[in-house]
């Protein structure tokens, strides 16, 4: 969690209670008393071996855009492929805001 220079504060994180398959954003404008606003980076549902997501890092920039970097597992992937890598997602507050589509 941080605070931006705006006043917010933002939280990434794993939004389910067993796995790593959904990785949320949320923001909160009275110091995490409450999460007004929550959009999901990235979620699997899939019933077996769903895409893990974890270690997520979040900055924010000069523009005040939001840039996020995390870590990915493909579990699906057969067990000799590469199945780890990073992503980077850029984003702002108000792509937050509009919530899950």
């Known amino acids: 969690m941080r605070s931006l220079k ?5 939280l990434v994180y794993n939004d389910t209670e067993r796995g790593r398959h ?10 995490g008393r409450t999460w007004k ?3 999901h980076v990235e979620r699997d549902d899939a019933d077996e ?11 924010e ?7 996020l970097t ?7 992937l ?11 997602a850029h984003f702002d507050v108000d792509w937050i805001k509009q919530g899950d589509r």
């Open 6 to 10: 705006n006043g917010l504060w933002v």
């Open 22 to 31: 959904s990785l949320a954003v949320s923001l909160s404008d009275d110091e």
């Open 37 to 39: 606003w929550t959009r």
């Open 49 to 59: 071996e769903p895409t893990s997501f974890h270690y997520p890092s979040l900055w």
């Open 61 to 67: 920039a000069r523009d005040g855009t939001l840039h």
């Open 70 to 76: 995390y870590s990915y597992f493909v579990n699906s």
């Open 78 to 88: 057969p067990r000799d492929a590469p199945r780890k890598s990073i992503k980077h």
